[in-house]
């Protein structure tokens, strides 16, 4: 374990313990059973430093969580963990692994439910290039054929809002975190899709910046 992930792990043990007996608590004075408000527990307790309670990400290198599809959140979280068997993560993030390790399944419907519910908010952008958005449209709208990349809209559609538990919205998502995805696809860090795989590795520095900058203005 390098020292970035034993800091980690040692926060990690401190909140679980923290969050433990706090659900518990909390759970006794309602003594009724009410996800979302357990959901929004977990994510003051554990996510909102990056993530926020609101869900309005508080750097662009966190993904805005907010409005996102439930399903695909759950399937997230899931593929951050290590499973047995596997020599790493469908998903290589060493500070979401050490999240995912001090929840539990409950805790995971309860907080994607909750972040889930929250109103989706516009994305942060760099437009370091003020071509960069049209040609983003121009492939988000229409793929590059010749070089076999789809149109984005096929699958995420017209207006980026995906299909609930099959695609996720990109909509008004942060440029950078959607870029260092695109990025992951195409480095094969983030295996947990082949389509996104190949779709990744045929575009190229640009055109990622592009597509990121148009998505997060996307409403
Ligand atoms: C220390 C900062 C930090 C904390 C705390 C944190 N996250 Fe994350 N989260 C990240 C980063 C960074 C990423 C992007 C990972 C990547 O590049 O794959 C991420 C990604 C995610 C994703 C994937 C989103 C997508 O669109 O695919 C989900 C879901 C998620 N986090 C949920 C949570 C939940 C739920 C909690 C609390 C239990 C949490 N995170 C706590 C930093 C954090
Ligand atoms: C054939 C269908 C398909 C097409 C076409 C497609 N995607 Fe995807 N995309 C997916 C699926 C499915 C996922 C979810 C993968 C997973 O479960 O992690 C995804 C995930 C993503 C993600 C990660 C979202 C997040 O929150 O982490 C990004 C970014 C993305 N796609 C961008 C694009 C872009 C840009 C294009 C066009 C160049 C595109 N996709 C075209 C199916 C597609």
Redesign the pocket.
């Known amino acids: 374990m390098d020292r970035i992930s034993k800091i980690f792990a040692a926060t990690s043990i401190a909140l679980s313990i923290f969050a433990a007996s706090f659900f518990a608590k909390a759970t006794d004075m309602l003594s009724i059973k009410s996800d979302l408000k357990r959901g929004q527990a977990v994510a003051a307790q554990v996510c909102v430093s990056c993530h926020a309670i609101d869900a309005k990400s508080l750097s662009e290198v966190y ?1 805005s969580l907010a409005g ?1 599809h439930a399903d ?1 959140l759950y ?2 979280l899931k ?1 951050f963990q290590l499973q047995p068997g596997a020599q790493e993560p469908q ?1 290589n993030n060493k500070i979401m692994e050490a999240m995912v390790a001090i929840l539990s399944d409950q805790d995971m419907r309860d907080v994607v439910d909750y972040y889930a519910s929250q109103k989706e908010q516009r994305g942060l952008a760099h437009h370091d290039n003020p071509n960069s958005s049209i040609l983003g449209e121009k ?2 709208r229409g ?1 590059i054929s010749q070089k076999g ?4 809209v ?3 559609g017209p207006d980026g809002g995906g299909m609930p538990s ?3 919205r ?1 909509r008004g ?1 942060n440029s950078a ?2 870029q260092a ?2 990025i992951a ?1 195409r480095d094969e860090t ?1 295996v ?2 082949v ?2 795989q190949v ?1 990744a590795s045929r ?1 190229s520095d640009d055109e990622i910046m592009a ?1 990121a900058d148009y ?1 997060a203005d996307l409403r």
């Open positions: 993904p996102q695909y399937q997230q593929d998903r492939i988000f793929g990349v789809p149109a984005c096929a699958c995420h099959q695609y996720p990109l998502q975190y959607t995805q695109l696809f983030r947990n899709n389509a996104m779709i575009l597509l998505i």
